[in-house]
Each structure stands twice: as structure tokens, then as C-alpha cells.
């Protein structure tokens, strides 16, 4: 707005008096108070959130149209005015910090104000009049904070994981299982306790990390099937005051056609808006995925130390510079952000659990800051774990030599002479080797322990680092 614009203001009302809201927001007086209250982070609605609670009035108001709850105009004008905001309209009025007024109510009544005064202004009158289209008498009919933001953390809950996480996880083994077929006969040292093991395929490596995520990918499924079951109907205690009896099963049936999964009212309504237990279920599989992914990164950084003083067994494709002094470094930055992103995903689980573990009596007033650390957990994971795929993972290449050589040194190979020499013998071969740097080819053939055709077939690598048709499911 121009400096030569004047601004002009609407009058709203509520039950603690009389505020100026500026013509020009969708916004009323209740968001503007939280506004005011809460300069907290900056930190505004996750867009996948407030999609999860337009999608849950869009369902709400034709639900309640078709019980005859509310005007059959009313009710079109809402879900006019959601699809709206689902489709792009509106996203910079939903402005209420994350940090916020317990259970939510602050931003929900965002989203009702939001979506009264567009329906106003479909159905040809002004902003602000609330007594054609209430944000509390009809966007928000037969509804409570109490039930609306547990619902909306499930439906958010399972739009990332739909839209973001799975695709990511689907990406990132298709990835390591392509690399695991073009490393499939490259040789390199396993290492245990960080010191030298038996040989291992580096294909193995890549294999082994497709099937981890492979496991996570279910187990997360597995704890989503909890956010299916809502307390949605349940009004404000769980009683379902103030709704119509067919309504919780009707607008279940609805959200369901909405994000095509299946959804079905909770078994109890009170005890699904009072539990936190199925975000901190789905919470803990994050955390356990987040932990195998910084193991996988920092093997990554490990196989790539280097490039003359480390390991060097794989390269990471560099995608930028890595000093701002020394020329021509290039660091493993993909996979550090990794971890990086993964310790935040840690930290938002512990916040999930002090969070569910703070409720009293018939509501837990921590859901706001559930519900952020809990979508952005899975957005933050998704969109690291892709970036990891496109970025790294499926443009490394093996160092091949080097895996050979460190493989061909290694003194674990003497594990292979256990059956043949027996475990103290091998042991001071191995012993032997590392004082005089003799290979342990050579000291077993120069004590006798073995003739040279027999030593050779034990000391094959391909064959040692073979990994049975049992072990990779084949």
C-alpha cells in the first residue's frame, strides 16, 4: 500500500468489547487479540496444518447443510470459501504464532473468521457481519477447539506423510537399491568397533541401508493407522454437545472422501480428545527413523573421508564449495545436513512427549505445539531425505581400488584360517603380520600351517564377502 493510500477499518465485537480490524484482512477480532498476544517466534501455521483444518470445516459445513444445521446458502458460501483457500487464496491470513493459546483456540478461530467473512463476501455482503455468516454460530457449528485441533493434527499428520515423507522413503531405497546392484561386486573392508573386519560387498552396504528404511517405511504406516480414528463430534468434553446424532459418523464419512482415507469415528470421543498417544506414537517412529538416518550419513561422511587421509571408499558428488579459505575442498554437506535435520526431528519428539504427557482432565492444552513439531517432524524429514536422494545418494560412485586394497590388507582375514589353523594360531599370524608387515599369506605358508592351493581358495575375498541367497531374501 502506497503512502498516499489511507487505511480504512471495520468495527467487530466480541464478548470482551470492541476492536478496528483494517478492511482489507479476512481475519476478525479474536485473531487479531492472539496477535497482540503472541509475538512470540514469527513463526506462522504450517500450510499442510491450516489445509488440515479447511478440509475439516469444508467437511463440517456440508455435513451440517445436509442435517439441516445450518442454511443450505451458508453452507455453500463456506465451502466456496474453503476451496478457496485450499486451492492457494487467503494463506497469508492465517497469521497466529505457533506458540499460542492452549488447546488451540486462538489459531481455529483464525480459520473460522477467515473462512465467515469470504463467505460473506460471496454471498454479496460485507466483512465483519456476523450476524448473516457467524464464525462461531456456522463456520464453526457443532464444533469446539476441543475436537477440531486433535482432528486437524491427524488429517495434517497424514497429508505429509502422503504428500511428503513416503514419496521421499519410496525414492531413497529405489536409489540404494540401484546403487547396491552397481556395487554389487565391489570389495571392501568391513569395519566393526571402527577397527578392521571381514570383507563386505559395498553393495551389501547400500542393500542393507534400502532394507532399513524399507522396515521404517512400514513401521511408520503402521503407527499412522492411529490418526485414522477421530474424536471429531465430540464437541467440547467429548459428549457431543450440540451436535446432530448422525453428524460424527457423517462427517467422518465425508473428510474420508475429502483425503481419500479411511476415517472412522474414535471407539470413545473423549478419550480421542484427550489422549496424545497416537501423535506420540507416530512421533517415536519419526525418531526412530531420524536415528538410522544419522547413522547412515555419518557412514556416508566416514566412506568418504578424505580425500588423501581417509578412508576414500565412495565418492559423494560435491555440489558445492566446502572453504571459504582452502581452494578446492569440497565437503559431504548433504549428508551433514542430514543429521542435522534429523537431531531437530529428535528434539520435537522429546517436545511431543512432554507436551501429551501435560494434559488435564478432558483436554490437553499443549495441542498447538503438538501439532507444528509433529507435521513439521514429517515435512522436514520428507524434504531432507529427497534432497539427500537426488543430491547424494543417487550419484555416488565406488572407489573401487581403495575398497580392494583396504581389503586385501586387512588382518581380519585371518578370521577365514579359524576352521583351518584354529584361533591361536591365527591370532599370532595376525600378530606377526602387524610386527613385520609380512602378509599373513606368507607367514602361514612359512610355518607350515596350510599348502598354497588350500590357503588360496580360504583366502578368496569374493568368496568371503558372498553374502548368502538366505541373508538378502533371495
Known amino acids: 500500500m502506497s503512502e498516499h493510500q489511507t487505511i480504512t477499518y471495520r468495527t467487530e465485537r466480541d464478548s470482551m468489547g470492541e476492536k478496528q480490524i483494517p478492511s482489507n484482512v479476512y481475519y476478525g477480532i479474536q485473531t487479531l487479540r492472539a496477535v497482540e498476544n503472541f509475538p512470540i517466534s514469527g513463526i506462522k501455521p504450517l500450510s499442510t496444518y491450516v489445509d488440515a483444518c479447511i478440509i475439516i470445516k469444508k467437511a463440517t459445513a456440508i455435513a451440517n447443510s445436509k442435517l439441516g444445521c445450518i442454511p443450505e446458502d451458508i453452507g455453500q458460501a463456506i465451502i466456496q470459501a474453503a476451496d478457496e483457500v485450499l486451492a492457494g487464496k487467503l494463506r497469508d491470513q492465517f497469521v497466529v504464532d505457533v506458540y499460542q493459546a492452549g488447546a488451540g483456540t486462538s489459531h481455529h478461530m483464525n ?5 465467515s467473512n469470504r463467505a460473506l463476501e460471496i454471498l454479496g455482503d460485507e466483512k465483519g457481519n456476523y450476524n448473516r455468516v457467524s464464525p462461531n454460530d456456522h463456520v464453526n457449528y457443532g464444533q469446539s477447539t476441543n475436537d477440531v485441533i486433535p482432528t486437524a493434527i491427524r488429517i495434517g499428520g497424514l497429508l505429509a506423510l502422503e504428500r511428503t515423507l513416503f514419496p521421499a522413503l519410496y525414492d531413497a531405497i529405489f536409489a540404494l537399491e540401484n546403487k547396491a546392484e552397481q556395487f554389487k561386486n565391489t570389495v571392501k573392508s568391513g569395519r566393526t568397533h571402527l577397527q578392521d573386519a571381514v570383507p563386505v560387498r559395498l ?75 497416537p501423535f506420540v506414537n507416530v512421533s517415536g517412529a519419526l525418531r526412530n527413523l ?27 558428488p560435491p555440489v558445492q564449495p566446502g572453504s571459504s579459505i582452502m581452494p578446492g ?21 522429546s517436545a511431543i512427549a512432554l507436551a501429551a504427557q501435560a494434559g488435564q482432565l478432558e483436554l490437553n492444552v499443549m495441542m498447538p505445539l ?34 580392494l586394497a583396504y581389503a586385501e590388507g586387512s588382518l581380519a582375514l585371518v578370521t577365514a584360517l579359524n576352521t583351518h589353523i584354529g584361533y591361536l594360531n591365527a591370532a599370532a599370524v595376525a600378530k606377526e603380520s602387524l610386527e613385520t608387515g609380512k602378509s ?13 592351493e588350500d590357503l588360496a581358495k580360504v583366502l578368496d575375498l569374493e568368496k568371503m564377502s558372498a553374502m548368502p541367497a538366505s541373508a538378502i531374501g533371495v
Not at 301 to 312: A, V
Open 329 to 349: 575442498k569440497y565437503n559431504p554437506v548433504m549428508a551433514e545436513m542430514t543429521s542435522m535435520v534429523c537431531f531437530q526431528v529428535m528434539g520435537y519428539d
Open 111 to 115: 480459520v473460522n473468521e477467515v473462512l
Open 203 to 277: 553393495g551389501e552396504t547400500f542393500r542393507a541401508w534400502a532394507q532399513i528404511l524399507r522396515e521404517h517405511t512400514l513401521r511408520i504406516d503402521r503407527a499412522s493407522d492411529d490418526l485414522t480414528f477421530l474424536g471429531l463430534g465430540g464437541s467440547a468434553a467429548g459428549t457431543g454437545l450440540n451436535t446432530h446424532p448422525e453428524y460424527c459418523k457423517k462427517v467422518a464419512e465425508i473428510l474420508s472422501e475429502l483425503i481419500d482415507h479411511s476415517l472412522k469415528p474414535a471407539p470413545h470421543l473423549m478419550a480421542a480428545m484427550q489422549s496424545m498417544a
Open 290 to 316: 531420524a536415528q538410522d538416518c544419522v547413522k547412515m550419513s555419518h557412514d556416508l561422511r566416514l566412506m568418504d573421508s578424505g580425500p588423501k587421509t581417509g578412508f576414500k571408499e565412495i565418492q559423494l
Open 370 to 403: 503438538i501439532a507444528y513439531n509433529l507435521i513439521q517432524s514429517i515435512e522436514i524429514l520428507g524434504n531432507t531425505i529427497s534432497a539427500l536422494t537426488t543430491k547424494c545418494l543417487a550419484k555416488i560412485e565406488a572407489k573401487a581400488d581403495r575398497c
Open 440 to 452: 599373513l599369506r606368507q607367514i602361514v605358508l612359512e610355518r607350515g600351517l596350510m599348502n598354497a
